[in-house]
C-alpha cells in the first residue's frame, strides 16, 4: 500500500468490520494517519453493541464474515433506519457481486486486493456526500414516542391525556429525524440539515434552542420522569425512547 496522505475530514469517524485482523491493523494505521477515528469490529454482534451508543460518518464492511454475511447485516442496518454511507470490501469482485452488494445497500463496492490510495479516495468521496444522506420521512407516518402521539404532518404532539400540543415545521422536522434513528448520537451540523436551516451550526446555537423546546414540549406531554432528548457528550444529541410507527386510520 502507498503512504497515506492527509484528508480534508480529519476527526471523521470511520468504522470498519472485517474478520481479518492483519488488515484491521493496518487499516487502523492508515485511516489514523488520515486523522480519521477509527473502530474496528470482527462481526456484527460488536456492531451491534457499538451503534447502540454512537455512529460512523462511513462504515467499510466486509462482505464475507464469519456467521452472518456483510449483505445480510447491511440488509438489517438498512432495515433499522441507519444511513449512513457502506463501503463494502470483497475478495467477491464480478460485476454481478459488485450489483449485488450496491443492491443490499452499499453506496460504494472495492474488490481486494486494493490500492490504498483508491480506498481513500472512494472514502473521501463517500465522506462528502454523507451529509446529504439525511433520511426522508414519508408525510403520512406518525410516531408513538413511548407514551406521546406525535403527527408530523399536523405539526402535533399529543399527550396520554389527550392534549395536544403544537409545533413549528423546524421542530417537526427536527423530531422526525430523531424518531427514524432512536438511541443513534447525532451532530449538531447534521441535525441542523434535518430542520432545513443553513446556519454554521459550530458557531450558533439555535439547534439547541430547538431541542431545548422540543424537551419542554415533551415533558409536558409524556409521563414519568428523564428526558427523552439527551446530550451526548463530544457528539450531540440522540432520542432516548421507545419510537413505533403508528398504523394508519
Known sequence: MSPATASSHTAARVWVVDDDREL???LEERFGSCGWQTRSFEDGAALDE???QDMPHVLVLD???PG???THLLERLRRQGHRFPVLMLSALGTADERIE???TGADDYLAKPFLWREL????ERLLDYRRELTPQRPPEQ???INSVLFDPGRLELQGPSGAVSNLSRGDASLLSFFCLSPGIAFEREQLCQATGSLVDAQNSRSIDVR????RKLLNSCKRGSGRMIEAVRGRGYRLNAEVQIEPQA
Not at 431541542?211 to 422540543?214: F, G, Q, R, V
Request: glycine letters at 8%.
Open 120 to 123: 481513500q479516495l472512494r472514502l
Open 24 to 26: 484491521l491493523a493496518l
Open 50 to 52: 457499538a451503534l447502540s
Open 68 to 70: 452472518q454475511s456483510g
Open 211 to 214: 431541542i431545548s423546546k422540543l
Open 142 to 144: 406518525i410516531f408513538r
Open 63 to 65: 462482505r464475507l464474515l
Open 101 to 103: 452488494g450496491l443492491e
